[in-house]
């Protein structure tokens, strides 16, 4: 689909009041691809064309947050309002959030009362948590009810429920006691009980939680939506699967930059402004240069070396190169592991000897090829000093590698931080220390 070419077509339909030949091109797209198109035309005039659509609500949840917030300027205060209401629970908070405080306070009092509390109650919740995640748009069911009652209930509630396959049974002071699915429902004797067909032992979380142990949840189990409980053990909402597969996405987006030197995401690169592009990437870039003088130092201490053996400075950069490449490696599987939950604190001594076995193992191979080579360019001294070297950096490179990440996770700080850049740096000057003491150590002055 050209999106490009659509929106200038609607632009000039709109601009032209053809509303609806505006409509007519559309109608037929999905909602995803109907934002796509509005993404590219202006705030205004995409505004125009939203309030026409049936689905609405649908397409304007796909609209990145900026735009939202633009169009709810454009937009008059009644209409944002049942645009709201008409909005899932989670994303009218999320959207309402996102509002400047003269914007909230002119919208709040054009929403019904329900619609408001609700709202002020999401979004008091703290950032990252289950609560800031969940939706209130969920179905519930009584013990007592038969399943002809709860079939029944269920009916009138679809409407309203971000999902009904599975309802969440709760007695008068809102105590999670089971789910029932609807499939369970559907198979199950008109006259059975609610209390008897349900499954009593609920995969449930805290409302405190934090949004990564959510998605992980959910994720282990395959779940649908998982029941958000207070500390009094009440359902106060659901996270559906495609809300903790979206924070799972984020999250691996983020460990991503950082893995990469970048400090946080900057959400879609297109969009990202100069400003935005400097800050996130200057910190790093800044600190390693620093960081980068311990080799410039450790040179600078075996400059007798240096002049008396040239042919050192051939091998120095493919030397420091390998120890943080294979520091790079073993800094990715650990990221990921501990990401994962794969691996945990208690596991680094273990995974230190069998990362360090692995180490010799690759340093020996990569030793064996090195050595051919600096005896051909020297002599069998400078091709016995190259293969040393070669051993001992991939091997400490390997070793800082599996062990940083563990490091800045024990002291409360994200492993992802032990970023490529970083781990390289460390080893680059590790490495031509022990380069050029080893060399130091046979080769003549």
């Known amino acids: 689909m050209n999106h490009q070419a659509l929106a200038i077509s609607l632009t000039h339909a709109i601009e032209s009041g053809q509303f609806e030949r505006a409509i007519q091109q559309v109608e ?129 509630e679809a409407p309203d429920a971000e999902t009904i396959y599975h309802a969440y049974v709760i007695n008068d002071e809102r105590r999670l006691l089971g789910v029932v699915s609807l499939r369970v429902l559907i198979l199950a004797a008109p006259d059975e009980f609610i209390g008897d067909i349900m499954l009593s032992n609920v995969i449930a979380s805290n409302v405190n939680d934090d949004q990564e142990d959510i998605a992980k949840t959910v994720a282990r189990y395959d779940l649908i939506a998982l029941p958000i409980i207070d500390d009094n053990g009440a359902l106060v909402g659901i996270v559906t699967h495609d809300d903790a597969m979206d924070v799972a996405s984020d999250e691996a987006t983020d460990d991503f930059h950082k893995s990469g030197g970048v400090s946080t995401s900057i959400g879609k690169l297109k969009d990202a402004s100069l400003r935005v592009l400097y800050r996130k990437r200057v910190f790093w870039l800044v600190f390693l240069v ?108 390997c070793v800082i590698g599996m062990s940083l990440p563990f490091v800045l996770s024990k002291m409360g700080f994200d492993p992802a931080a032990a970023s490529a850049p970083l781990i390289t740096s460390v080893c680059d000057a590790s490495g031509v220390l022990i380069y050029l003491f080893i060399a130091s150590r046979f080769l003549p002055l």
Not at 63 to 91: F, G, K, Y
Not at 320 to 341: E, F, I, K, P
């Open 290 to 397: 620093f960081g980068n003088l311990l080799s410039g130092f450790s040179i600078s201490n075996f400059e007798d070396v240096i002049a008396a053996n040239l042919v050192l400075v051939f091998f120095l950069p493919l030397l420091v190169d390998s120890g943080g490449n294979a520091g790079s490696q073993s800094a990715t599987l650990m990221v990921r592991a501990l990401a994962t939950g794969d691996v945990v604190m208690r596991d680094w001594f273990s995974l230190l000897g069998r990362e360090a076995l692995v180490a010799l193992m690759l340093g020996a191979t990569m030793a064996a090829a090195i050595a051919l080579i600096g005896y051909v360019r020297g002599d069998a001294v400078v091709s016995m000093v190259l293969a040393l070297s070669m051993m001992s950096v991939v091997m400490i490179g």
């Open 28 to 156: 037929d797209l999905r909602p995803i691809d109907i934002a796509d198109t509005l993404a590219l035309i202006t705030p205004t005039l995409g505004s125009l064309l939203l309030e026409l659509l049936p689905n609405r609500a649908t397409v304007f949840a796909y609209l990145s947050e900026d735009i939202q917030v633009a169009m709810a300027r454009m937009l008059p205060r009644d209409r944002m309002a049942a645009l709201l209401s008409e909005m899932p629970a989670d994303e009218r908070t999320d959207l309402y959030k996102h509002l400047s405080q003269v914007q909230r306070d002119a919208l709040l009092p054009a929403l019904a009362q329900a619609k408001r509390e609700d709202i002020r109650r999401l979004a008091a919740y703290e950032e990252r948590t289950a609560g800031a995640l969940m939706t209130s748009d969920y179905a519930t069911l009584s013990a007592e009810m038969t399943v002809k009652e709860a079939l029944e209930a269920l009916r009138l």
